[in-house]
């Protein structure tokens, strides 16, 4: 008895990781992109163009490193076509973001149609499948959960280590950090701001399209038409949730996956109560977390403002 | 209202790239663009029926689409039209199972009365969130769209839940809370009368009462306001009601026009889509039924390009977002000043 309820806690937390690695990889990347002052509510879009691209990629050419790739340069497109809009044109960065929702959903339906509307049977590639460190994943409880899962989720946790030692121990944090609270500071002291804010909408696109990837090409193996249905909205969440720092959104995402999780399970499970109550739930976590948040407010001032050097 | 030639060129070749971009995905399926047209145009103009389609689903997106713009108006981006649609079509329905014996004018009142206090807690909430506490109502919108919508899915299959059927939906809403039908054969309903006189009063609010003018006011300088004595935290609160309002008599309309029952699912994203309509109307009520006509024209007529022509769908997505992508880099790409 003892021993099959550890063994179900520690597939519950192995769960848990797996549904929150997308959710993390494209929040990190927003985290970057919003640090800089540019807010991009296309996460959407940026995750369900990795995943088409990454698909299509894997598809046709069969290597894994074709569709890793694709899918980063698919996320990296959306991404840059938002950064363009919002520091060139000066856009409402918003507006811009929710119409890359919709043009994105409708192009990767629309292509996958044309390539694959024929066919009757759902076209597939295989998943990347875990790697299991050894030892280390003989850990009780947890060692499933970190040592025993699949590259990305590896990458992950990686990601959020680095970019802490890159946001609060390195130069460069202090660069993001300037053009995205003062960049008219940042411009005295010689940095270039809209440079800085290319990067950073780059670096959202990679990690957002690397989001997409790892459900195209781990938890599904296929595509579909709005695969990643609402999953970059709730990247956005896991952004504010936890405040802009890399750990912060790896625990937000991890909430928000254990809620996931525990959703599905209940599911198999048949209780009364509809799934829909367990859906609910990381969105309802978020509203009462923001609402103990009010007055720490710590969004860098200069968020969807475009930098214009020769205003005041 | 003035417009320089500069101006209408650019519009004319924002129309331009996007007519060339549809006209590429229609060749790239192997359709032919004769075909696709004749079948685009047949769907939406090529009877009283398909016309009355495109009325039908303008409906929605007139109401909600002058509710997004209301909150534009003061700055207070409303994301969450579709949380807050479903909200009142969650009063409606709440009001037809509870008290199913209200006679037949004064039920149908208070279903929008309630339709639209429902809608406006929805957005009011991230409203008050934004003017007093400074929290973004971008996030908190698209928050409580997700909550509405599974408040829905736990509804139909709960309280509200009709107990004669297995799946999940409500009962059949008495005919006291319905709004009659316009043109029998058609799905046309009265829904398209309060969207357009809806818009006449928005309208008049907005330009010609001082409270419209206020929340202009702030949505145009806020500091100013503040020095003119104008409450910058009231008027978006107030902007904020209004704007999920209206987007909550939009679901009272569409339970009481067309399904009278609740189901899930009753939108297909009018919430999103009147972000764009209002965009698109540049905030200006009159504008926006045309805006709105418009965006349903592309939706109807691009499903009968489908069926005739072989054309997914998607391509009505692939055009609005490409139309509001080119409108929003339009002054760079074109080299224009003004507008």
């Known amino acids: 008895m003892e021993v099959t309820t550890l063994a179900a806690a520690s597939a519950f937390l192995a769960a848990v990781v797996r549904m929150a690695t997308p959710i993390a990889l494209a929040g990190l990347g927003e985290t970057i992109s919003e640090k800089s002052g540019v807010i991009n509510i296309g996460v959407e879009a940026i995750m369900l163009s990795g995943a088409f691209f990454s698909f299509i990629g894997v598809f046709t050419t069969g290597s894994i490193l074709i569709g890793l790739l694709c899918g980063m340069a698919g996320g990296v497109a959306v991404s840059m076509v938002h950064a363009l809009l919002s520091i060139r044109c000066k856009a409402d960065q918003t507006i811009s973001g929710l119409a890359l929702n919709f043009l994105f959903l409708g192009l990767t339906s629309f292509l996958f149609l044309m390539e694959f509307g024929k066919s009757t049977t759902l076209p597939s590639i295989p998943v990347i499948r875990a790697m299991r460190i050894p030892i280390l994943s003989r850990i009780p409880l947890i060692g499933e959960a970190l040592f025993h899962q699949d590259p990305f989720v590896y990458t992950m946790l990686a990601l959020v280590l680095i970019l802490w030692i890159l946001f609060y121990k390195t130069e460069w944090g202090v660069i993001l950090h300037a053009v995205g609270e003062n960049p008219r500071s940042a411009d005295t002291v010689g940095i270039r701001v809209n440079r800085v804010r290319y990067l950073a909408c780059a670096a959202n696109g990679v990690l957002g399209g690397l989001g997409g990837t790892y459900l195209a090409m781990v938890k599904l193996g296929f595509f579909m038409e709005n695969l990643t249905s609402g999953k970059g909205y709730i990247a956005l969440v896991a952004v504010i949730l936890g405040r802009r720092n890399p750990v912060g959104v790896l625990c937000a995402a991890l909430v928000i996956g254990a809620a996931e999780a525990l959703q599905i399970r209940l599911q198999t499970m048949g209780t009364a109560i509809p799934s829909q109550a367990f859906t609910m739930l990381p969105y309802l976590v978020t509203i009462v977390v923001l609402f103990f948040s009010i007055g720490k407010r710590n969004d860098p001032s200069a968020l969807g403002v475009p930098y214009e050097r020769d205003k005041r | ?339």
């Open chain 2, 1 to 339: 209202m003035k417009m320089s030639v500069q101006v209408f060129v650019s519009f004319l070749l924002t129309a331009a790239v996007v007519l060339a971009v549809s006209f590429l995905l229609i060749l790239m399926v192997g359709s032919s663009i004769p075909l696709s047209v004749t079948s685009f145009m047949r769907g939406i103009v090529g009877s009283w029926y398909a016309f009355s389609e495109v009325l039908v689903r303008a409906t929605p997106l007139i109401l909600a689409g002058l509710g997004v713009s209301v909150g534009f108006r003061t700055g207070f981006l409303n994301i969450g039209a579709e949380g807050q649609l479903y909200m009142g079509a969650i009063a409606i329905t709440a009001l037809g199972v509870y008290a199913p014996n209200l006679p037949a004018p004064f039920m149908i009142l208070l279903a929008i009365v309630l339709g639209f206090l429902a809608g406006g807690l929805w957005s009011v909430i991230p409203g008050i969130l934004k003017a007093r506490f400074g929290l973004s109502e971008v996030i908190n919108t698209i928050m409580l769209n997700y909550i509405a919508i599974n408040l829905v899915g736990i509804l139909v299959r709960t309280l509200l839940k009709d107990p004669s059927y297995p799946y999940p939906m409500s009962p059949m809403l008495p005919a006291s809370a319905s709004l009659f039908p316009l043109l029998p054969p058609t799905r046309l309903h009265a829904g398209i009368l309060i969207a357009l006189a809806t818009a006449g009063g928005i309208h008049s609010l907005m330009f010609h009462t001082s409270a419209g003018f206020r929340m202009r006011a702030v949505g145009v300088n806020k500091r100013a306001s503040l020095c003119a004595g104008i409450s910058v935290t009231r008027n978006i609160v107030l902007s904020s009601l209004i704007s999920g309002g209206l987007a909550g008599v939009a679901g009272v309309c569409e339970v009481a026009g067309l399904h009278h029952r609740l189901i899930e699912g009753i939108s297909p994203s009018y919430g999103y889509l009147a972000i764009i309509v209002a965009l698109l109307g540049g905030n200006r009520p009159l504008r926006i039924v045309f805006s709105a006509i418009g965006i349903a024209a592309l939706q109807v007529g691009s499903m009968s390009m489908q069926r005739g022509a072989g054309v997914p769908t998607s391509i009505a997505s692939i055009i609005m977002g490409l139309l509001v992508v080119m409108i929003l880099a339009r002054k760079q790409l074109f080299r224009c000043k003004g507008v």
